[in-house]
């Protein structure tokens, strides 16, 4: 058995994230729950640390969660059970606003908790092999808060075929429905998402992308007014930033901007 829910390093300004429970495909329980969230918030802190990826080892990314963990938690009160469930819904949350761009590299199937883990990532890869999908309506449970993310992700229709079906579809499918991002083959997983990384390490400020993500998922909760009122003010907030002044200024200059 795993002695390390997850193992973390580093590599060239990329923070990995690798689940290492490969004996329970990967599922997610308390403890691998808990150890992604820590490692994201110290990667967080990490100024060499620009973007994140998501990987697993083994053959599947991740089952979603681990069931006989689920059992064990049955016989719990509601307000034991609020308590666990909070803890995953934490970490998607921390994925999902984290200041850090963060790629999900996807070597194997991604089901439930382990497609909404994959899908509330800002990028995925995926193999050509890989399915995805919410298969909790056949076990009797409800892919509760997964559906949140997927909603605003690839909204109402296709969320209800892949809720309310519960079927799992090949990765050329999740991609036509907007799931993931790229299909790419095996051999190449590895090296198309560093690369991707690097290009956006590069070629991008840390300052501007971690603006423009915290946007995205606030203007989707507001008016159409109060949003262009919060889009006007962070453009002005943003004119006056130092990495704002320093990437016209090198344009203006015809200069090489290195982030």
């Given at each position: 058995?795993?002695?390390?829910?997850?193992?973390?390093?580093?590599?060239?300004?990329?923070?990995?994230?690798?689940?290492?429970?490969?004996?329970?495909?990967?599922?997610?329980?308390?403890?691998?729950?808990?150890?992604?969230?820590?490692?994201?918030?110290?990667?967080?802190?990490?100024?060499?640390?620009?973007?994140?990826?998501?990987?697993?080892?083994?053959?599947?990314?991740?089952?979603?969660?681990?069931?006989?963990?689920?059992?064990?938690?049955?016989?719990?009160?509601?307000?034991?059970?609020?308590?666990?469930?909070?803890?995953?819904k934490d970490?998607?949350?921390?994925?999902?606003?984290?200041?850090?761009?963060?790629?999900?590299?996807?070597?194997?199937?991604?089901?439930?908790?382990?497609?909404?883990?994959?899908?509330?990532?800002?990028?995925?890869?995926?193999?050509?092999?890989?399915?995805?999908?919410?298969?909790?309506?056949?076990?009797?449970?409800?892919?509760?808060?997964?559906?949140?993310?997927?909603?605003?992700?690839?909204?109402?229709?296709?969320?209800?075929?892949?809720?309310?079906?519960?079927?799992?579809?090949?990765?050329?499918?999740?991609?036509?429905?907007?799931?993931?991002?790229?299909?790419?083959?095996?051999?190449?997983?590895?090296?198309?998402?560093?690369?991707?990384?690097?290009?956006?390490?590069?070629?991008?400020?840390?300052q501007s992308?971690?603006?423009?993500?915290?946007?995205?998922?606030?203007?989707?909760?507001?008016?159409?007014?109060?949003?262009?009122?919060?889009?006007?003010?962070?453009?002005?907030?943003?004119?006056?930033?130092?990495?704002?002044?320093?990437?016209?200024?090198?344009?203006?200059?015809?200069?090489?901007?290195?982030?």
């Amino acid at each position: 058995m795993s002695e390390n829910p997850i193992i973390t390093f580093k590599k060239d300004r990329i923070g990995y994230l690798e689940l290492n429970r490969p004996e329970k495909r990967n599922a997610l329980n308390a403890e691998m729950v808990e150890a992604l969230k820590l490692a994201i918030s110290d990667f967080e802190k990490d100024k060499d640390v620009k973007v994140l990826v998501i990987k697993a080892s083994g053959k599947v990314f991740c089952s979603g969660a681990d069931l006989a963990y689920l059992q064990s938690m049955q016989t719990n009160t509601f307000e034991e059970n609020l308590e666990d469930s909070n803890n995953l819904k934490d970490l998607f949350y921390r994925i999902y606003t984290s200041p850090k761009v963060i790629i999900a590299q996807i070597q194997g199937h991604a089901i439930a908790g382990g497609c909404g883990l994959a899908m509330v990532c800002d990028f995925s890869f995926a193999v050509p092999d890989a399915k995805f999908g919410y298969t909790e309506v056949k076990i009797g449970f409800v892919p509760a808060i997964v559906k949140v993310f997927l909603l605003r992700k690839i909204g109402e229709g296709k969320s209800k075929q892949l809720l309310l079906d519960g079927d799992l579809i090949e990765a050329k499918e999740a991609q036509s429905m907007g799931l993931i991002n790229w299909v790419v083959e095996a051999e190449e997983l590895e090296q198309k998402v560093y690369s991707y990384a690097q290009k956006l390490i590069k070629q991008n400020s840390d300052q501007s992308m971690a603006l423009t993500k915290e946007m995205i998922g606030r203007v989707q909760e507001q008016t159409l007014e109060e949003g262009l009122d919060y889009a006007a003010a962070m453009n002005a907030r943003a004119r006056g930033s130092e990495d704002c002044k320093k990437g016209i200024a090198a344009f203006l200059n015809k200069e090489t901007i290195s982030w």
